[in-house]
């Protein structure tokens, strides 16, 4: 729906697969000092360092987790990075390096690749890391993407999922649900277009839900605010598959329970405004969206002064004991259990 179709299209055949790689690496600069050699040898060297090492890889294949009718290449290219930096980040860590393998198929001009790249390149910008390799294919069928990306940490910086403790706070950054509510108006376009390709897409009023699953961001911020504040989070993740999914991983690790309020969740007004006109349970959508790259964590309550008011955080409950399980408490005070219902899990409603 949002295709050119009247781009200049060079076949990647003729350019071999040596000549793609050179073409699509060589706009890339390289910004770590822990960054020894990049693309180019058989292997990249990174200077390991007195820190620990962090290394985290997703993999992304066209149909099963983007759909390119309403996905720009550019923007797929920056959110495949940005969702592996969030994995560091989410250990309180900082990112330095990439690398990106890509499996393509002819239907593919080199100008499709392009596009992805610039979209790789502005995440590397943006982020301050290093594209360092990656590998090169051809696939029968569509593209797929895979990312790894490396930071370091200090040994006592790093957050793991299994340390909450019974009484810990429960934060959150940022506001919760819009990326998936942007798919469904999205999708939404989609079967209008369908139906009538004249139909331009109406896409206004939806702008933050659209940028929120087009052009997520990843929470570099979060650790430098921490450590301002001066607290460090007992437990912590990124809310990639909604928000119960990730708590119950927090609890599960932690072996605790948990409780959280929601009137303490934090919605965007298009979040409110569109779950409205879309007739669905705004708390539903913040507690199984996903794809938000928030980061979720716990504190311990002595820290509850600090946390408090900060415009980026909210806190949304609190750790109990295990046995008192794990529990949304709604507005009328109704105690209901929390469902691990992953964003996949909604889709097939
Ligand atoms: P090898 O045959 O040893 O695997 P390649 O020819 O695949 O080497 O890769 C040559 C160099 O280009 C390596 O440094 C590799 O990491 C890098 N590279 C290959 N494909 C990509 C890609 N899609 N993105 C970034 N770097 C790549
Ligand atoms: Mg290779």
């Given at each position: 729906m949002?295709e050119?179709?009247?781009?200049?299209?060079t076949s990647?055949?003729?350019?071999g697969?040596?000549?793609?790689i050179n073409h699509?690496?060589?706009?890339?600069?390289i910004?770590?000092?822990?960054?020894?050699?990049?693309?180019?040898?058989?292997?990249?060297v990174?200077?390991a360092?007195e820190?620990?090492?962090l290394?985290?890889t997703?993999?992304?294949i066209e149909g099963?987790?983007?759909?390119?009718?309403y996905m720009?290449?550019?923007?797929l290219?920056?959110?495949s990075?940005?969702?592996?930096?969030s994995?560091?980040?989410?250990?309180?860590?900082?990112a330095?390096?990439?690398?990106?393998?890509?499996a393509?198929?002819?239907?593919?001009?080199?100008e499709a690749?392009?596009?992805?790249y610039?979209?790789i390149q502005?995440a590397?910008?943006?982020y301050?890391?290093?594209?360092i390799g990656?590998?090169?294919?051809?696939?029968?069928?569509g593209?797929l993407?895979?990312v790894t990306?490396?930071?370091?940490?200090q040994?006592?910086?790093?957050v793991?999922?299994?340390?909450a403790k019974?009484t810990?706070l429960?934060v959150?950054s940022?506001?919760?649900?819009?990326?998936y509510?942007g798919?469904q108006v999205l999708?939404?376009e989609?079967q209008v277009?369908?139906?009538?390709?004249?139909?331009?897409?109406?896409?206004?009023g939806y702008?933050y839900?659209i940028?929120?699953q087009?052009?997520?961001?990843?929470?570099?911020?979060i650790?430098?605010?921490?450590?301002?504040m001066?607290?460090?989070?007992t437990?912590?993740?990124d809310i990639?598959?909604?928000?119960s999914?990730?708590i119950?991983?927090?609890?599960?690790?932690?072996?605790?329970?948990c409780?959280?309020?929601e009137?303490k969740?934090?919605?965007d007004?298009?979040v409110?405004?569109?779950?409205?006109?879309?007739?669905?349970?705004?708390t539903?959508?913040?507690?199984?969206g996903?794809?938000?790259?928030?980061?979720?964590?716990t504190?311990?309550?002595?820290?509850?002064?600090?946390?408090?008011?900060?415009?980026?955080?909210?806190?949304?409950?609190?750790?109990?004991?295990k046995?008192?399980?794990?529990?949304l408490?709604?507005?009328?005070?109704?105690?209901l259990?929390?469902?691990?219902?992953?964003w996949?899990?909604l889709?097939?409603?």
């Open positions: 949002l050119d179709k009247n781009q200049a299209r990647l055949a003729e350019l697969e040596f000549g793609l699509i690496t060589k706009h890339f600069k910004s770590q000092k822990t960054t020894l050699k990049g693309v180019g040898d058989d292997a990249a990174l200077d360092s820190l620990q090492t290394v985290t997703d993999l992304l099963v987790h983007f759909d390119l009718s720009p290449l550019k923007h290219g920056y959110k990075v940005v969702v592996n930096l994995d560091v980040y989410a250990m309180n860590g900082s330095e390096q990439i690398t990106v393998s890509i393509v198929s002819n239907r593919f001009p080199l690749i392009e596009e992805l610039a979209g502005l590397c910008e943006t301050n890391v290093d594209l990656g590998d090169t294919t051809s696939s029968n069928k593209i993407i895979s990306a490396i930071g370091k940490a040994k006592e910086d790093i793991y999922r299994d340390g019974e810990d429960i959150v940022g506001d919760l649900g819009a990326a509510l798919l999708e939404r989609k277009f369908k139906v009538n390709p004249n139909n331009q897409p109406d896409l206004d702008s839900l940028e929120r087009l052009k997520p961001e990843a929470r570099k911020d650790s430098n605010l921490l450590k301002e001066d607290v460090k989070p437990a912590m993740i990639s598959d909604g928000l999914s990730e119950m991983h927090i609890c599960s690790q932690s072996k605790v329970g409780k959280i309020y009137e969740l934090p919605l007004p298009q409110i405004s569109t779950c409205e006109e879309f007739d669905i349970d705004s539903m959508i913040a507690l199984s996903g794809e938000d790259y928030e980061l979720l964590f504190v311990p309550i002595s820290d509850f002064e600090k946390v408090k008011g900060n415009p980026h955080l909210s806190i949304i409950g609190h750790i109990t004991e046995a008192a399980g794990m529990n408490v709604t507005r009328a005070n109704q105690e259990e929390l469902k691990a219902q992953g996949n899990a889709k097939n409603e």
